[in-house]
């Protein structure tokens, strides 16, 4: 069965079950204990970190045939704490893996550019940032991480087996206007560690003049992140969706 959440990230060590620490898989993996009498492993789609918050995060469980996705979403929905929320379940054949069977995920990113972006109702899903923005640089650099790519230099030193290229392929890479600021779309088949805020931060720089736009082309071929921007905050960060083949849903 596969489960969509929506959670705050705010009060969570991030997904991953974590000794010690409050994780949003562990705090689902309680209440699927809860309700069906033993332990019951929760496999997300990926990893948020701590402060990131997603409406879209796609969790595999597989449980007693006498819960449906409707009765199952109900149950979690009655038990789990207020910060989390099951918005739909759907029935999947035995070879979904919540993880592996993803084909695109998307993420995006809330900026605040205007003053009320400060306020601390908006501070804990946006990044307020204090300067001015061209929109034009912005739009330019989103559109050149169009395509397949090495991602080496947006990422996380060893978040991936030096074998592995770091490549993703970016099928949409774009900044939207709306009130009181902007928001990054981007959707690709797989990302990498804090991959989207590295972009971010470093696409922010471009625009804000304090970097030029061709530094992006040339991190795109870099072998390292040394000289890629500090990754934007985490606060801002939404895993929005992720996407799976239709036949593997029964």
Request: charged letters at 25%.
């Amino acid at each position: 069965m596969q489960l969509v959440l929506h959670y705050d990230g705010s009060g969570f060590s991030g997904w991953q079950r974590q000794p010690g620490q409050r994780t949003v898989q562990g705090v689902v993996e309680q209440s699927l204990e809860r309700l069906c009498g033993q332990p019951v492993a929760a496999l997300g789609s990926g990893r948020t970190d701590a402060g990131v918050h997603a409406r879209g995060q796609s969790v595999g469980v597989r449980v007693a045939d006498k819960w449906t996705a409707k009765s199952l979403r109900r149950a979690l929905n009655a038990v789990l704490p207020e910060d989390v929320w099951v918005c739909s379940a759907f029935e999947m054949r035995p070879e979904f893996h919540a993880r592996y069977s993803a084909i695109a995920r998307q993420y995006r990113y809330y900026v605040g550019t205007d003053d009320d972006a400060r306020s601390p109702f908006r501070r804990r899903t946006e990044y307020a940032f204090a300067f001015p923005v061209d929109r034009a640089s912005l739009e330019s650099a989103a559109t050149s991480l169009l395509g397949e790519h090495s991602f080496r230099a947006f990422a996380v030193k060893d978040t991936a087996p030096e074998s592995d290229g770091h490549r993703c392929s970016v099928s949409v890479a774009r900044w939207d206007d709306r009130p009181g600021g902007l928001v990054f779309v981007v959707e690709a088949n797989r990302f990498l560690h804090h991959m989207v805020r590295f972009l971010v931060g470093t696409m922010l720089d471009v625009a804000s003049g304090r970097r030029p736009l061709s530094d992006i082309a040339r991190l795109l071929g870099a072998s390292d992140n040394l000289e890629t921007s500090s990754p934007a905050p985490a606060q801002g960060l939404f895993l929005e969706a992720v996407t799976y083949p239709r036949e593997l849903y029964a």
